[in-house]
């Protein structure tokens, strides 16, 4: 089956740095999401990669391994309205996008 | 750019009606429209996917006959939620993409928050 783990939740202090980290089980690949939703609202796009590497966009950056099946979203510098959850989410081969859980940041001054 | 609007935003009902909830790509062709549903504290759940012109697909389990979706023009698509109950209480997000698939970005809509009393 098709599986994307992240961790359920986070803490981290303001001014910190968080990683956040997603490994994936798909049938194919064709592109991994980060989105950030806040409470009660929908979701809004953070990053995508599609090749190996790191991506960076101001505070935060994404870094992919698809030999490994791993992704992470890295925050630096937190504001406490990062408070948050974050959502990996992979195209499979169909050009499915396959959802994780998402990962609850809580930030603490 | 990349707007995406839903109406109306909350909505409370009876048992037995229906909803309407429309999603509106602002500034530009949406060629798909993508509808979810988010349950609290869970990830979202694609109910189907809809391309402008042609019928919805839906995923595994949902109810074609219940969810009613119609993608008319490239810039609106709806969701009816026919005879409602209690469990179809839930927030109901759209996306919309430029593109055919869910390759190309999604631009979600701010959600509808249907109670069903």
């Known amino acids: 089956g098709q599986n994307i783990d992240q961790p359920t939740e986070m803490t981290a202090t303001e001014g910190a740095i968080v990683q956040i980290n997603c490994t994936y089980q798909t049938s194919g690949f064709n592109g991994l999401f980060w989105y950030q939703q806040h409470a009660g609202e929908a979701p809004t796009f953070l990053s995508y990669?599609?090749l190996d590497g790191l991506e960076e966009k101001g505070r935060f950056s994404s870094f992919l391994s698809r030999s490994k099946g791993y992704s992470y979203l890295l925050l630096k510098e937190l504001q406490m309205k990062d408070s948050a959850s974050y959502l990996c989410?992979?195209?499979?081969?169909?050009?499915?996008?396959?959802w994780g859980a998402g990962t609850k940041l809580i930030i603490k001054p | 750019g990349a707007v995406v609007s839903q109406h109306p935003s909350r909505v409370i009902c009876k048992s037995g009606t229906s909803v309407k909830i429309e999603c509106r790509s602002l500034?530009?062709?949406?060629?798909?429209m993508f509808w979810y549903r988010q349950f609290p504290k869970q990830s979202l759940m694609l109910m189907a996917t809809s391309n402008e012109g042609s019928k919805a697909t839906y995923e595994q389990g949902v109810e074609k006959d219940k969810f009613l979706i119609n993608h008319a023009s490239l810039t609106l698509s709806t969701l009816t939620v026919t005879s409602a109950h209690p469990e179809d209480s839930s927030f109901y997000i759209c996306?919309?993409?430029?593109?055919?698939?869910?390759?190309?970005?999604?631009?979600f809509g701010p959600g509808t928050r249907l109670t069903v009393l």
């Open positions: 989410a992979v195209t499979d081969s169909n050009y499915q996008l396959i």
């Open positions: 996306s919309a993409s430029s593109g055919t698939n869910s390759y190309n970005e999604q631009f």
């Open positions: 990669n599609v």
């Open positions: 500034d530009f062709q949406a060629t798909t």
